[in-house]
């Protein structure tokens, strides 16, 4: 894990068949993304932004190609080697906030801890300082229905920092939301990332989000076309 | 642990189509305790009335006794074998004669059983002392409470008995009822008039003459050989045991029925549950569930359903169970014409073994119909269910 380069991939092919011929989202994708870079992929609709994202957040398997995360390969892991991955290094944030509707905000932001079976203290102070990043400790014991979309999603954010993992995946992240709370939702990210010093891969063609973007990678037809770092 | 705790919280989550699925599991969950309780209880019930009325812990029969062979009845008699004497003599055993007859109550006929027994027996519980009494020349006769009803006649009425003695000659006297008995033990009631065995001896001219010889319930000693046969009163009382073990089996069909709704409640759920929560469980893959551990969850989410179901059953229902053990079930008069030894109030018998066995086969049947439609999440693809589709 000291390695600077979190991320890297060779060559990375991803297809799926539909109908009776097949369709390639990714096409030799290589790219290489060091640790602590908040960095966007940008690029129309079924440029395979998303998809690229999932083979990274080891949700996904290449069909070739090679794709190495936190010095682990992708392409090797097994279903359990690559959920124990996700559990302990990697966050998502969706567009659709993925919030669990049943569990109160604190709840919803505990789940990770619970997974990594945290104590009952750890916890609570992790879930504590989480919902202080985002400024949601008044809202702790709230359901996910009773919150607005902006507060949605900085419960995912909480969600996804509670365990202070070293890659955040944010798909389409303000996809859902106004520009007032697209900033702020955007500001707390950058705060963190800072703080923190979490690496965050955004996929997105959203405007406001590629402003604070510091490397933009373009993808088109599962191909990067350009990659400029600000 | 933690699946547990997150199964818990979906459940709680859940609200009103938890409670409905844990109530009307409950529901069948109490049904089946309560038959199989009144199943035990009319069982044990039988028993013990049995073994305290007229079968004592066995009974020795004379060569020709058949009970189930109405054709045997004139000539199931014999000699008392001597071997049995001092057990006689010492209060352990008392001879029963069963023999044919008429009586003639309101100039109608009915057949019925003489029973002859010792006015001085203390093995079966049936008031015999009552016929050591004067009766103004008639024979004194003891009637239950159901045969007195059925033939319309009260403590003190007469009526002609008719029989025919050992030698084949037809005699006939005039009875008088000197007790009604009332016994929970209809079949030494219905069809039966009680005399005194030395009275019965003589007027049928059989002489130390019985059919069999039943053994106090409480003797535990060694039991003479003799050329009567000895059955004990687990032989005595198969019939009771088929019965009531044939009622049972016919009441699984009905708490089969009512486990099968329950069941199907469960796993409608189930199935409602994982396709309305494939995003759900993308999202949960995503934070690094694995597969195994979804299908776990859920299947442990069904399961808590047995569990809840459990607890909420013996919420309502202990009171319930319990109000019934004290005050029994009463059953209709009609029981009478069962033939067999049926209590009039039933009171249900629920024992430790059948609640936990209940239990358990209700938590392993929900186990298995939870996890039947949560096998497919074996298959299922992060990407796939955070689309909201199912691999």
Known sequence: ?230 | MVILKLAYRNLKGAGIRTWLNIFVLSIAFLAIVYLKGMYNGMQDQSIRISEDTDKGSGQYWCEIYDPYDPLSLPDAHDVIPAVLDPLREAGVMTPVMLYQGAIYPDNRMKNVMLRGADQAQTVMNIPTSELNVEADGYLPVILGQRMAKSINVNEGDIFTMQWRDGNGAYDARDAKVVHVMVTDNSTIDVGSVWLDLALLQEITRLENQATMMVVDKSYSGELPESNWTYHSLFDLTLDIRTMVEMKSNGGSIFYGVLMALALLAVFDTQVLSIWRRRKEMGTLMALGMTRLALIKLFTLEGSMYGIFAAILATIYGAPLLYLNNMNGLTMPMDIDNFGMVLPQTLYPEYSLGLILGTIIVVLITVTITSYIPVRKLAQLKPTDALRGKMS
Request: proline letters at 3%; glycine letters at 6%; a negative charge.
């Open chain 1, 1 to 230: 894990m000291t390695e600077a380069k979190l991320i890297h991939t060779h060559d990375l092919v991803k297809a799926y068949p539909v109908a009776d011929r097949e369709f390639v989202a990714l096409k030799n994708v290589n790219l290489e993304i060091e640790r602590g870079e908040f960095a966007g992929l940008v690029g129309p609709s079924g440029s395979g932004k998303t998809t690229l994202l999932n083979v990274i957040g080891s949700l996904d398997i290449p069909t070739s190609g090679s794709v190495t995360v936190l010095d682990s390969k992708i392409e090797v892991l097994s279903h359990k080697q690559a959920a124990n991955l996700r559990n302990l290094h990697i966050g998502f944030i969706f567009q659709t906030y993925n919030l669990l509707p049943v569990y109160t905000v604190a709840e919803n932001v505990e789940f990770p801890l619970l997974l990594l079976g945290k104590s009952s203290d750890e916890r609570r102070s992790m879930v504590e300082d989480a919902l202080e990043w985002v400024g949601l400790t008044d809202k702790a014991e709230m359901r996910p229905a009773q919150l607005s979309g902006g507060e949605s999603q900085r419960v995912a954010i909480a969600r996804a920092m509670v365990k202070k993992p070293a890659l955040v995946l944010a798909d389409e992240p303000t996809a859902n939301l106004d520009a007032k709370n697209s900033h702020r939702i955007l500001e707390t990210m950058e705060k963190l990332n800072a703080e923190l010093d979490t690496t965050f891969l955004f996929a997105t063609h959203d405007e406001k989000v590629m402003q604070y973007m510091k490397r933009i990678i373009s993808l088109e037809d599962g191909e990067v076309v350009k990659d400029e770092t600000k």
